[in-house]
């Protein structure tokens, strides 16, 4: 298992939106770097963030039930990472890695396992990178039932790398997320930046959406190409 480092990064929310007087629902809002990430307040006994860029997914407690990392190492030669993560902000996710499924339409859930973690994380979000249109998320409590959806209409038609269109989408829940589930039209759909954590004294939903305090992030560092 590689090292990791914690960042901690002071974020304000662009867009959210209340579904349970429990739940809030964030995005999609622009995102080019772990800078741009919404999760914000409260105490974390356990943060993470997973980036692909070690061409795995390996952060604890969470499988996704469709497609892989798409890997500049391993192919295909076109795919979208979120700008910041070949190092440079420059408008292209073309030299990063993510994750892949050709079936947009099904998209990818994310199951987190309690088991694993200690508790279900009470904060959890994906970044869309690419696909085509309309791009909904839908995220689920500790019983599995729906916190609600969230739908876009962001995407460029393009598939060189863009990362202009990126956007995130998220939820917090006190009581726990079980899963996140992100879906698109037609044909593929690419996606990075999987973040979830867990707080054992969640900031309220008012507060997400002020925008204010300070989230701790653990973030696999890049292994070497």
Same mark, same amino acid.
């Given at each position: ?12 929310? *662009?867009? *959210? *939106?209340? /579904? ?24 974390? #006994? %356990? ?21 892989? /990392? #798409? ?48 508790? @279900? ?7 869309? #990178? ?38 995130? %989408? ?27 954590? %867990? ?6 939903? #008012?507060?997400?959406?002020?925008? @204010? ?13």
């Amino acid at each position: 298992m590689e090292r990791i480092s914690i960042h901690r990064i002071a974020v304000a929310v *662009a867009c *959210a *939106a209340p /579904v349970l007087a429990s739940a809030t629902l964030l995005g999609p809002t622009p995102y080019l770097s772990i800078a741009d990430s919404p999760f914000i307040g409260g105490t974390y #006994t %356990y943060s993470y963030l997973e980036n692909f860029e070690d061409h795995l997914l390996n952060v604890p407690g969470v499988t996704g039930d469709n497609g892989g /990392v #798409t890997s500049v190492v391993f192919g295909p030669a076109i795919h979208d990472s979120v700008d910041a993560d070949d190092g440079v902000i420059d408008g292209s996710g073309l030299n990063g890695d993510d994750w892949f499924t050709r079936e947009g339409a099904d998209g990818v859930t994310w199951t987190f396992d309690a088991n694993i973690l200690g508790h @279900l994380p009470t904060h959890a979000g994906i970044v869309w #990178t690419d696909g085509t249109n309309d791009i909904h998320f839908e995220a689920f409590d500790q019983d599995g039932n729906s916190l609600g959806t969230l739908s876009g209409s962001h995407a460029d038609g393009s598939f060189n790398g863009e990362t202009d269109e990126d956007r995130f %989408y998220g939820a917090i829940n006190p009581t726990g997320i079980s899963k996140i589930h992100l879906w698109g039209g037609s044909g593929g759909i690419e996606m990075d930046h999987l973040q979830y954590g %867990y707080a054992s004294v969640p900031e309220p939903a #008012t507060m997400a959406v002020l925008g @204010l305090g300070v989230l701790g992030l653990i973030q696999r560092r890049r292994s070497a190409r």
